[in-house]
């Protein structure tokens, strides 16, 4: 049987070229996502974030994420990142920072599933290759997921990870995997659980609890960069 995918989730300041390298010298994941690329109508190509694409040397796929809100911009980012070597392009519907929501970005557009409607259509079709979406289950509560699979099911997207909690959550509640374990049902591509894998014990319950496919890791990972190498092992039957 496939194991799981581990994917080292993508976090603001954190997960630069160095971090990557870093991880890689632990185990590493299966896929590292970047930094995301901030896409507004004058933005370019952030340096420091293209190097964790073009000069990563992990031998592992690299997806490059963006956040925004205008189309034509993130149709020109996304067709400039394909230009590198990247194994695809991530769009962020999930960060909760206020300045972002506030700019109806990140996590602030799941308020707007036409406009995610509206996004993921245009994407879709200026991307050549794998388009890949972060979510949370909602804005404000969770009762509104469905309707942002809806949106997600027209959509030829090749991977789905969900951060199991709202926007408002931040990173203060629990997870909610009953809406991970919905989007698994209903999704054709691979769904990955995201939020609060903190050791293997807590990974191994979260994929019980959704069949997802894999387990996106982030802050867990920086306490405990062994946590990659943990789970491969347990998987393995090694000690």
């Known amino acids: 049987t496939h194991r799981p995918a581990l994917v080292l989730a993508p976090m603001q300041d954190v997960t630069d070229l160095p971090f990557m390298r870093l991880m890689a010298r632990y185990g590493g994941p299966d896929v590292y996502v970047t930094e995301y690329f901030r896409v507004t109508a004058d933005s370019k190509l952030n340096a420091n974030t293209l190097r964790s694409i073009t000069e990563n040397e992990t031998g592992r796929p690299v997806l490059a994420q963006m956040i925004g809100q205008d189309i034509p911009a993130l149709v020109r980012t996304a067709r400039e990142l394909e230009k590198h070597p990247v194994a695809g392009i991530d769009l962020n519907l999930g960060c909760p920072a206020p300045i972002v929501c506030r700019k109806d970005a990140g996590g602030g557009l799941l308020r707007y599933p036409e406009r995610v409607?509206?996004?993921?259509?245009?994407?879709?079709?200026?991307?050549?290759?794998?388009?890949?979406?972060?979510?949370?289950?909602?804005?404000?509560?969770?009762?509104?997921?469905?309707?942002?699979?809806?949106?997600?099911?027209?959509?030829?997207?090749?991977?789905?990870?969900?951060?199991?909690?709202?926007?408002?959550?931040?990173?203060?509640?629990?997870?909610?995997?009953?809406?991970?374990?919905?989007?698994?049902?209903?999704?054709?591509?691979?769904?990955?659980?995201?939020?609060?894998?903190?050791?293997?014990?807590?990974g191994l319950s979260y994929l019980r609890q959704t069949g997802a496919a894999g387990l996106m890791i982030g802050r867990g990972a920086i306490r405990h960069p062994w946590l990659f190498a943990q789970l491969h092992a347990h998987w393995e039957g090694g000690e």
């Open 117 to 202: 409607d509206e996004i993921l259509r245009a994407l879709r079709a200026a991307i050549q290759g794998r388009f890949t979406v972060k979510c949370r289950v909602g804005f404000g509560d969770k009762v509104e997921f469905p309707r942002l699979l809806e949106v997600f099911l027209k959509h030829d997207i090749q991977m789905l990870t969900i951060h199991g909690r709202t926007v408002r959550d931040a990173y203060k509640t629990p997870v909610h995997p009953e809406c991970v374990a919905t989007a698994v049902q209903a999704m054709p591509c691979p769904v990955i659980a995201n939020g609060n894998v903190v050791d293997v014990p807590t």
